[in-house]
C-alpha cells in the first residue's frame, strides 16, 4: 500500500519546473531553523519589504511574528514559480510576449523561466549537443548572491535565490539529455515520458509529495534532517551544485536506457525506480536547506 501511494501520487502530479512547491517549502524550513539570529534578522527584513509581502508571503500565515516571519521566508521560496501564472508578469523567454507595466517595487515584471535550470549538455550516444545559452541558473545564482548584500537589489534577489538554489538540487534541473534519435535535448526529463507520472521531470518534482500545508512541510523537514545530517563541510559555490546534480542525473535519474517514451507508450518504471527517487530527493532536500543557510549565514554574518 505504501508503494501504491507513491505511484498513485506521482501520477497524478502536473509536471513543473521546478521542485514541486512542497519541495520548495521544506528546503525554505530546513534552511530558516539554521539561520543565525543576525542572518534570519535580515532575511525577515528583506521579506517584509517585498512588494508581494502583505498579497502573497503572509497570506494564511500565523498572527505571532516569530511564527508569520517563518511562513513568509517559506512562502517566499515559492514566489518564483508563483509568477508564472500571475499575469503582472510576462514570459520574456518568448519572441512574441508583450511586456506588462512595471510596478512599483520591482526591478522588472519578468517570469525569468530560464533562471530556474542549467542544461548540463549530456549525450550517451554520442549526439550532437549544445550548450545552454544565459541567463540561467549558472549565471544567476553567483549573481543573486552577490545582490544579497546590496541595498537596492536584496530584497527582490532573495526569494529568487532562495529559488533557484533549490531548484538545481533536483537532479533534472541540471541537465540536458541529448540523443541521435530526437536531434535535441529532452530539456531535464520534459521530453521523456514515463508512468508513473507523465513525464520523468515532473515524476521527480513530485518525489518528496505534494502537500504544502505546513504540518507535512514541518514533518517531511524534521525526518528529512534526521535521515540526512549535515556534512562537516558544506559546498557553497553554485557551479559546485549544478556539476553534483548533473552527475546525479546521470548515475542515479536516466538508468533505464536510451528510451524517451510517447504519451501512448510511456516508459514502465519499476518501484524500485520510485522509491529510489523518493529517497534521493529527500537526500538533495536536505543538503539544499543546508546550503541555503550555509550561504545566508556568510552573507549577513
Not at 531548484?167 to 530539456?187: E, M, N, Y
Not at 534526521?226 to 557551479?239: C, G
Request: net charge neutral; with cysteine.
Amino acid at each position: 500500500m505504501r508503494f501504491f501511494s507513491i505511484l498513485l501520487s506521482l501520477s497524478l502530479a502536473i509536471p513543473a519546473s521546478a521542485w514541486d512547491g512542497t519541495g520548495h517549502r521544506v528546503i525554505a524550513a530546513i534552511a530558516y531553523e539554521r539561520l543565525t539570529p543576525k542572518a534570519r534578522a535580515r532575511v525577515d527584513d528583506l521579506i517584509r519589504h517585498h512588494p508581494d509581502y502583505e498579497g502573497i508571503f503572509i497570506k494564511g500565515a500565523p498572527a505571532d511574528d516569530a511564527g508569520r516571519a517563518r511562513a513568509a521566508f517559506i512562502t517566499a521560496a515559492v514566489w518564483p514559480d508563483t509568477i508564472k501564472g500571475d499575469r503582472r508578469f510576462w514570459d520574456d523567454t518568448r519572441k512574441d510576449a508583450q511586456p506588462t507595466p512595471l510596478l512599483p517595487g520591482f526591478p522588472d515584471m519578468k517570469r525569468h523561466t530560464n533562471w530556474h535550470y542549467y542544461d548540463t549538455p549530456y549525450a550517451p550516444d554520442g549526439a550532437h549537443t549544445e550548450k545552454q545559452a544565459p541567463p540561467s541558473a549558472l549565471s544567476e545564482l553567483p549573481r543573486l548572491i552577490r545582490g544579497l548584500i546590496k541595498e537596492d537589489t536584496a530584497v527582490y534577489d532573495l526569494p529568487w535565490f532562495e529559488h533557484v538554489e533549490g531548484d538545481v538540487h533536483q537532479p533534472l534541473h541540471d541537465i540536458g539529455r541529448f540523443l541521435k534519435s530526437t536531434g535535441k535535448s529532452d530539456a531535464g526529463g520534459n521530453g521523456v515520458f514515463v508512468e508513473p507520472g507523465r513525464n520523468l521531470h515532473g515524476l521527480w518534482d513530485s518525489a518528496c509529495g505534494t502537500d504544502q500545508g505546513d504540518a507535512y512541510v514541518t514533518k517531511y523537514a524534521a525526518e528529512a534532517v534526521a535521515a540526512h545530517p549535515a556534512p562537516k563541510r558544506l559546498e557553497k559555490n553554485p557551479k559546485k551544485w549544478i556539476q553534483e546534480g548533473a552527475k546525479l542525473a546521470i548515475s542515479e535519474v536516466y538508468t533505464f536506457g536510451l528510451e524517451t517514451g510517447s504519451r501512448d507508450h510511456p516508459i514502465q518504471l519499476t518501484v524500485s525506480y520510485v522509491e529510489n527517487a523518493r529517497k534521493l530527493a529527500q537526500a538533495q532536500i536536505a543538503l539544499a536547506g543546508y546550503r541555503l543557510a550555509a550561504v545566508l549565514n556568510e552573507r549577513f554574518q
